[in-house]
């Protein structure tokens, strides 16, 4: 059974840093790509990061280009999402996600696939 584990939210003041961690059991992770999503109060969960398949590069949205990078450590089948400079309007439950095979657009895609297993989220809030 897949199993993905999001940790390393909390409180952090704006400007601050954090490093999410996603860690998977039940698959290797060699063989899986893993997307980065977020969902603030009252809005619908959004793509941060992923690989788009089309032409091989690491997607990110605009909001957070240049703040958030997204790595991964195959050895511990894990991936962490670093994430700098952190705004108010950053605050949001982040989660990490497997995309299902089928090509798609729209709400929980990202690179051209719908992401269908997820982990129960990491809260993050950014507050003075």
């Known amino acids: 059974q897949v199993q993905l584990v999001e940790s390393g939210g909390g409180l952090v003041q704006p400007g601050g840093s954090l490093r999410l961690s996603c860690a998977a059991s039940?698959?290797?992770?060699?063989?899986?790509?893993i997307g980065w999503f977020r969902q603030a109060p009252g809005k619908e969960r959004e793509a941060v990061s992923c690989?788009?398949?089309?032409?091989?590069?690491?997607y990110y949205t605009d909001s957070v280009k240049g703040r958030f990078t997204a790595t991964r450590d195959n050895a511990k089948n894990t991936v962490y999402l670093q994430i700098n400079s952190l705004k108010p309007e950053d605050t949001a439950i982040y989660y990490c996600?497997?995309?299902?095979?089928?090509?798609?657009?729209?709400?929980?895609?990202?690179?051209?696939?719908?992401?269908?297993?997820w982990g129960q989220g990491t809260q993050v809030t950014v507050s003075s």
């Open positions: 996600g497997i995309p299902g095979e089928v090509r798609a657009a729209g709400p929980d895609t990202c690179g051209g696939f719908h992401y269908d297993t």
């Open positions: 690989f788009n398949a089309d032409d091989g590069t690491t």
């Open positions: 039940g698959i290797t992770l060699d063989y899986y790509q």
